[in-house]
């Protein structure tokens, strides 16, 4: 079975640090690689995500993300962290299924401090 | 365009209940993708529908089954509860071709007492 793991499970940064969140899957196939940002009190929102073509892709809010394909990786980062960026981000991977439709399989998630 | 909607936002039930929950995906959206969040288990495929067939399932007893109607519409319920089944269960529409990309609603937060 598909899994995915995300290496940090909690991060606190000070304003402006730079931020790089890792993302390893299993499967093999071909798969579309997402990240999500669940700020406090709120539902889940796409950050960003990976079809194909280039595999650095960028998101909003200044993240972006780089596929490896050799490493099975899709890391998050972002060059300076706001307050605002405070979350829990999950990275997911979903992949075409026998009887057609997907699914996501998200990671544990990383829940993001960031202090003034 | 309207977002996703989930319907009740909070449910408190006891031991042995059963409960409903609704999903209004996105105007146009056929598939729908049901999720639980807790936790210890993080969040969790159920199942998804497309055009009113069950097309996927997760790894969950059968006490949770769900349904699509015509018009896109979902509903998932889950029967004899049990404490473990508190959790915030989130629905996800997407237009159901290929590996699209996935919207999420806000979510029902289920506690069993």
């Known amino acids: 079975a598909q899994s995915v793991s995300q290496h940090n499970h909690h991060v606190i940064l000070s304003e402006a640090a730079s931020l790089e969140l890792g993302c390893n899957y299993s499967?093999?196939?071909?798969?579309?690689l997402f990240w999500y940002v669940q700020y406090p009190g709120q539902h889940l929102q796409l950050l960003l995500k990976y079809f194909s073509g280039d595999p650095l892709v960028k998101g909003i809010k200044g993240f972006e993300a780089e596929f490896i394909k050799s490493k099975f990786s899709f890391n998050l980062r972002k060059p300076s962290v706001q307050w605002s960026d405070t979350a829990e981000y999950f990275c997911?991977?979903?992949?075409?299924?026998?009887?057609?439709?997907?699914?996501?399989?998200f990671g544990t998630g990383t829940q993001l401090k960031v202090e003034l | 365009k309207a977002g996703v909607t989930q319907t009740p936002r909070y449910l408190i039930k006891t031991r042995g209940q059963q409960v409903t929950l609704s999903c209004s995906p996105i105007?146009?959206?056929?598939?729908v993708s049901w999720y639980q969040q807790t936790p210890g288990q993080g969040l969790q495929f159920l199942f998804e529908?497309?055009?009113?067939?069950?097309?996927n399932k997760g790894n969950f007893p059968g006490r949770f089954s769900g349904r699509q109607f015509s018009n896109s519409r979902s509903e998932m319920n889950v029967s004899t509860l049990e404490l473990g089944d508190s959790a915030l269960y989130l629905c996800?529409?997407?237009?159901?071709?290929?590996?699209?990309?996935?919207?999420f609603g806000p979510g029902t937060r289920l506690t069993v007492l």
């Open positions: 105007s146009g959206h056929r598939s």
């Open positions: 529908y497309f055009s009113e067939t069950q097309r």
């Open positions: 996800a529409s997407s237009q159901g071709q290929g590996l699209g990309e996935q919207f």
């Open positions: 997911a991977v979903t992949r075409i299924l026998t009887g057609g439709g997907n699914k996501l399989t």
């Open positions: 499967y093999g196939g071909t798969v579309n």
